[in-house]
């Protein structure tokens, strides 16, 4: 197997900001973001294409991505041995999840084209057209530019808004003034340090009749104590994501939470995205695949799994104006590979400009 792996800047159609990147009352935000692809090419020809879209609340960027792929001996990866080449990834480091995300998505793609069938196929999944709706989320701002934004998403029937800096209630009633009864999913990013904080704000978001649950209220190191009390008297469904990682993580959050969010560069990819899913399922929890700022490589590898969610909220290739892939399309929030320009794997083909 040969590869190679590139550097590339997505540029966001808006500046983005959310509250653990920048603290109570906003900051100045970012206008690219920068993630990881990755082509593997075996003797035959046969190619996968992977992403890694790194978190800094994960201590994980590019560099230590592209540390870590730089320790990878390309030989020792097989599209016919899943299991045996995730082990090997597993020997060089016990974390590095957003990297080992960018090769085991790459991995897949390559099996699947390899079996001829889509990696949902080979997960044992379907995908059911017409199901599967994604949010589209809206990030901290001003109040004037929240509501612009709400307008721009008028053809989206699902909202999610970030939460968790100083105008929490004058950005609430922006998007309100021009969207005033559409779902809107809330995400506070551990924003609310206490659990009164956390209700409190719960039941000022209860009195908008319209919210379909809140994410993240507390940070994911607050007690077991504060989070199961906090559940107990919420009146809108919790879902867990910083506090989520991936499927070992099931017994932390199983009876403080009603639901998770699952991503695959927290899960190390479609393998551990898979796993995340089914233990919360199995355990009776809500599942959603989220997502970062990422091309339609990553957002493409977990619409194969969206057949195992409650909901989605994969819409970080939309908000990005350069993809450098083309994949499953998204009109009005509605995820489909109808159209998708490749067969099988992942069902993606290069776009203009990919790096890879
Ligand atoms: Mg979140």
Same mark, same amino acid.
Request: no cysteine.
């Given at each position: 197997m040969e590869w190679i792996f590139r550097r590339f800047g997505l540029r966001l159609a808006r500046r983005w900001t959310i509250a653990s990147r920048t603290g109570p009352g906003g900051g100045p935000g970012t206008d690219e973001f920068p993630v990881t692809l990755v082509r593997l090419r075996d003797a035959q020809g046969v190619e996968g294409f992977g992403e890694s879209a790194p978190s800094s609340r994960y201590a994980e960027n590019v560099d230590s991505v592209e540390r870590f792929l730089g320790r990878v001996d390309p030989s020792r990866l097989s599209f016919h041995d899943l299991p045996g080449s995730r082990a090997y990834l597993d020997s060089l480091s016990p974390g590095d999840f957003a990297a080992k995300c960018a090769i085991d998505i790459a991995l897949w793609d390559g099996a699947g084209r390899l079996a001829g069938r889509p990696v949902h196929a080979l997960l044992g999944l379907g995908f059911a057209e017409g199901r599967h709706v994604t949010s589209f989320s809206i990030g901290l701002d001003t109040p004037e530019i929240i509501q612009e934004k709400v307008l721009e998403a008028a053809s989206y029937p699902v909202l999610k808004l970030k939460l968790g800096s100083l105008s929490d209630r004058e950005n609430l009633a922006a998007l309100r003034a021009a969207a005033p009864v559409k779902p809107v999913r809330v995400d #506070?990013?551990? #924003?609310?340090? !206490?659990k009164e904080e956390a209700l409190q704000a719960l039941e000022w978001l209860a009195a908008d009749g319209h919210i379909e649950f809140v994410e993240?209220?507390?940070? #994911?190191?607050?007690t077991v104590a504060d989070r199961v009390w906090l559940k107990e008297r919420s009146p809108l469904p919790l879902m867990a994501d910083e506090s989520y990682r991936h499927a070992e993580d099931l017994a932390a959050v199983r009876d403080s939470f009603h639901a998770v969010n699952v991503k695959l560069v927290k899960t190390g990819g479609i393998t551990g995205g898979y796993a995340a899913l089914k233990a919360a399922r199995d355990a009776g929890l809500k599942t959603m695949l989220g997502c970062m700022i990422e091309s339609s490589v990553l957002i493409a590898a977990a619409a194969h799994l969206a057949d195992l969610t409650d909901f989605l909220d994969l819409d970080g290739n939309l908000?990005? !104006?350069?993809?450098p892939f083309r994949g499953p399309t998204a009109r009005a929030g509605q995820l489909s590979f109808a159209d998708a320009p490749a067969p099988h794997g992942l069902r993606v083909v290069r776009g203009e400009g990919a790096p890879v």
């Open positions: #506070a990013n551990e #924003a609310w340090k !206490t993240q209220p507390m940070p #994911a190191n607050a908000l990005i !104006t350069n993809d």
